[in-house]
C-alpha cells in the first residue's frame, strides 16, 4: 500500500506545549459549585457510579466548556487536563462520582477489563511486570512506556499523588506516524499490516491467546492509530501466534524510539483533583517511574475511565469493542478502598 502525510493539522512538538495553560482547563469556584449540585443530585438517585446516569448529573455552564475539551480532543491537539477538582471540599467517594459525571459528558463508559470494570483503578497492585497478564494499571513504582488504550478517549483523575514521580508522558503519534511516512515508509507501512497481539488472558473462553489488529489505520482521510508494543511483542509468548518479522520488529523499534524522542511529548503533573482526558487515536501516553511511602500509606491512585465519544460519527469498522465483547457481560466498577480525605 501507499502511506501518506495524515492530520497534518496536528504537528504539535513539546516547544509548543511547554506553556501548561495551553492544554489546561481551570475549574472556577463556580465550576465546584455546579459539580457540586450535580453531585448532590447524583447521590440523590444512587451512591453506586453504576446506577447514576448522564441525565442524572445535570451541567449547565460546564456541559459547555466540555463540548469545547471534546472537540480538541478530536480535532485539536488531543489531550487536555482538568484542573481540578477541590480535593479539600470533596472526599475520595465524591471525587470519584464527579469524574464518572463529567466523563458522562463526554461519551459512554467502556468496559476496560474481563472485569467489566467501566470505572478502573490505577495503583500498585501487587503485579509483576514479569506476568503475562498483568496489565500496566495494576503496576506499582515502575515507568511505563508509551501505548494506547482500548477505547475513543481515556481519563484518569488522581486522587492521591506519589511522594515523588509519576508524572503523566503525552506523545503526538500523528507526529510520528508522518516522520515514518517521510522518513522510512517501509516501516510505516509494516504498521498498517495486522499484527499478533497478546490477549493477557482476557480472551473468551474457548478463544485463541491473541488476536490480530493493526496499529495504523487510514480512514477518511484520517489517522487511527491502536498500539501497545509490549503487547504485540508479548503474543510470541504463544506459539500458535505468527511470528513478527524483522521488519514489524524493526518497524516497532522506530515508533517506540520516536515516542520517546524529547521533541515528541509533554510531561504533565496530575495532582489531587485533576483530570486528564486523552484522544487515544491520536497521542500515545505513559508514565515515569514513582515512589510510594508504605510507612505513611501514601500511595499514587487514580481512577480511570475508557469512553466511547458520541461526537465521532465515523471511525474505521474494527475501531472499538469487537475483539472484547465478552467484556460487555459484567459491567461492574473497581472498587479499590478509598480514604474518606486525602
Not at 508522518?178 to 493477557?200: G, H, I, K, Q
Request: glycine residues 6%; proline residues 4%.
Amino acid at each position: 500500500m501507499a502511506v501518506r502525510i495524515l492530520d497534518e493539522h496536528v504537528n504539535w512538538r513539546r516547544s509548543d506545549m511547554t506553556d501548561s495553560s495551553v492544554w489546561t482547563v481551570t475549574l472556577t469556584e463556580e465550576d465546584q459549585d455546579e459539580l457540586a449540585h450535580a453531585l448532590a443530585q447524583a447521590k440523590a438517585v444512587s451512591l453506586d457510579v453504576l446506577d447514576v446516569g448522564r441525565e442524572d448529573f445535570p451541567l449547565e455552564r460546564l456541559a459547555e466548556t466540555l463540548a469545547e475539551v471534546d472537540r480538541e480532543l478530536l480535532f485539536g491537539r488531543g489531550f487536555v487536563r482538568l484542573s481540578a477538582l477541590d480535593g479539600e471540599r470533596f472526599s475520595d467517594e465524591d471525587l470519584a462520582m464527579i469524574y464518572w459525571g463529567i466523563g458522562l459528558h463526554l461519551g459512554d463508559p467502556w468496559p476496560q477489563n474481563k472485569h467489566g470494570h467501566v470505572l478502573g483503578d490505577v495503583i500498585d497492585q501487587g503485579r509483576s511486570i514479569e506476568d503475562p497478564t498483568a496489565r500496566g494499571n495494576e503496576l506499582g513504582a515502575i515507568a511505563l512506556d508509551f501505548h494506547t488504550d482500548g477505547s475513543d478517549f481515556v481519563g484518569l483523575m488522581c486522587l492521591h499523588e506519589a511522594t515523588s514521580g509519576g508524572l503523566s508522558l503525552i506523545a503526538n503519534a500523528v507526529a510520528i506516524h508522518n516522520e515514518m511516512v517521510r522518513t522510512r515508509p517501509d516501516l510505516a507501512e509494516a504498521l498498517y499490516e495486522p499484527l499478533p497481539w497478546d490477549f493477557r488472558g482476557e480472551q473468551a473462553a474457548g478463544d485463541k491467546p491473541y488476536y490480530m489488529r493493526a496499529p495504523f489505520t487510514e480512514h477518511d482521510d484520517r489517522f487511527f492509530l491502536f498500539c501497545v508494543p509490549a503487547y504485540i511483542r508479548a503474543s510470541q509468548r504463544h506459539p500458535e501466534a505468527p511470528r513478527l518479522t524483522a521488519t514489524q520488529v524493526e518497524a516497532l523499534d522506530m515508533l517506540e524510539a520516536l515516542a520517546r524522542r524529547e521533541d515528541m511529548s509533554v510531561a504533565m503533573p496530575l495532582r489531587r483533583g485533576d483530570m486528564q482526558f486523552i484522544y487515544n487515536y491520536h497521542v500515545f501516553h505513559g508514565r515515569t517511574a514513582y515512589t510510594d511511602d508504605p510507612a505513611t500509606g501514601r500511595r499514587r491512585h487514580l481512577k480511570r475511565l475508557w469512553l466511547s465519544s458520541r461526537s465521532l460519527k465515523n471511525r474505521p469498522e474494527h475501531f472499538g469493542l469487537r475483539t472484547q465483547t465478552h467484556w460487555l457481560k459484567n459491567r461492574s466498577a473497581s472498587r479499590m478502598e478509598l480514604s474518606e480525605k486525602a
